[in-house]
């Protein structure tokens, strides 16, 4: 029988730092992932947050596959032909360590950190599905791997399976998301030389800029567009919930094809080539709608328990690592007791409760609820608001006096004036 002092399902960001942490302390850990090897199936938009990776690996940005350090952001509104954009350019963070925000591939640096579990100790056994938990007088004591030898066991289990968590629905931990409660995104990573990319969005050698884009970006449903430099390639995609791609009739990938041949969009990427397509579900559950964490012998982390912050901010991999690494302190206190129950794990919980991670989601967390209750903020409002400021900016044989007020008068014919300023108040305070 195979035995481990800990199994971990998922090389993600949050398994192989729960994984890191646990070999540097001499157990045993084995890392059940599905892919080919670690990242081969992990996606995300391509910003990886790293204050909690940087404890983990000092100075890690001197050895890892990082594409970009992330100096600039630029946040944009669409209408079908026009943009109005703010955008910001901090040279403070070119210095280490950078504001803890590098673009990167997940198909690399994955690959590198799960290398870095793997030279410390963890066993990583790649290409595997996880079916289901066994199950010892109620306690998670081993799980059922689709290999041979397949039944393997463990004092602990952690469960970093990701977005799309069967197991934890599987084992009655969350119940199914609904289909608002789940971003479904497409993207495409579109290769440009490293000199085009520099000059076309003013960078300097390593600099990264992060762009995102709303409204016209997908066709005035709820959700957004992004743009990610990296050294000779971008990262361009789009998210919305499911419900709006549904309600919509929309496919992701049209979805897609639409924001790349919007005018703005269609120069930023000019002369690139498409070298992969890939999609991603990322959960915004809610505060309140967040999953049991542990039980006996199991705790969630990562994806798995909802640890995304979706406001604009988009932080996920922070949070992903921060809950592998609480998970693999409790799990080293629980060792020392012999007690893996879930009262001798829920050490786990107060942790994230005392962490930016608790009380970044209860923050955010119901602003993809809120959001969803303002549809107009990504049509209605942004097509407004930019055919106001063309007629404002507009130059004809007219005085600047009567532009300005047909302006105003066009604006106000298509909203209301209380309620827009109303709606902008309750979308500063939940997304900002």
């Known amino acids: 029988m195979d035995k481990f002092d800990c199994i971990i399902i998922g090389a993600g960001p949050a398994g192989v730092a729960a994984a890191l942490t646990l070999v540097r302390k001499g157990l045993t850990v084995a890392v059940f992932e599905r892919g080919e090897y670690p990242g081969s199936k992990n996606l995300f938009g391509g910003v990886l947050y790293s204050t909690i990776l940087n404890k983990l690996i000092p100075n890690f940005w001197e050895d890892a596959p990082v594409e970009r350090h992330i100096t600039k952001r630029r946040y944009s509104l669409l209408s079908q032909n026009s943009e109005m954009a703010v955008e910001f350019d901090f040279d403070d963070f070119n210095h280490p360590p950078f504001n803890n925000s590098f673009t990167v591939l997940r198909s690399k640096f994955d690959r590198w950190f799960a290398q870095k579990a793997e030279d410390a100790g963890a066993v990583i056994f790649t290409e595997t599905v996880v079916d289901d938990f066994i199950y010892d007088n109620g306690k998670v004591s081993g ?33 199914k998301p609904l289909p608002h409660q789940m971003i479904t995104a497409s993207k495409e990573v579109i290769s440009l030389p490293r000199e085009v990319i520099e000059d076309r969005f003013s960078l300097n050698n390593d600099e990264g800029m992060a762009l995102e884009f709303f409204g016209g970006a997908v066709k005035g449903m709820i959700g957004s567009g992004f743009i990610y430099t990296n050294k000779d390639s971008l990262s361009v995609g789009v998210g919305c919930p499911i419900s709006v791609i549904k309600e919509n009739n929309m496919k992701p990938n049209d979805l897609l094809e639409l924001f790349k041949s919007h005018s703005v969009i269609k120069k930023l990427l000019r002369g690139g080539k498409t070298e992969e397509l890939s999609a991603k579900m990322i959960p915004e559950l809610g505060y309140k709608n967040l999953p049991k964490l542990t039980v006996d012998g199991l705790l969630i982390v990562g994806d798995a328990g909802g640890f995304v912050n979706p406001s604009l901010y988009r932080e996920g991999t922070n949070m992903a690592m921060y809950s ?22 829920e050490g786990y919980i107060k942790s994230l409760k005392d962490s930016f991670v608790m009380k970044d989601l209860e923050r955010y967390g119901d602003v993809p609820e809120k959001i969803s209750e303002m549809p107009q903020l990504f049509k209605e409002y942004p097509d407004a608001v930019l055919k106001f400021a063309e007629g404002y900016f507009t130059i004809s044989d007219l005085s600047k006096d009567e532009l300005h007020r047909q302006a105003w008068k066009g604006f106000k014919d298509k909203v209301s004036i209380g309620k827009f300023l109303w709606d902008m108040y309750k979308a500063r305070k939940a997304i900002l």
């Not at 463990?154 to 119940?175: F, P, R």
């Not at 592998?324 to 794990?345: P, W």
């Open 143 to 175: 799980i059922k791997a689709r290999r041979e030898g397949g039944d393997v066991y463990a004092d602990v289990i952690v469960c970093a399976e990701g977005a799309n968590s069967l197991l934890t629905e599987k084992a009655g931990l969350k119940e």
């Open 324 to 345: 592998g690494v609480a998970a693999a302190e409790i799990i080293l206190e629980a060792r020392q007791s012999g007690d893996f129950s879930e009262k001798g794990l």
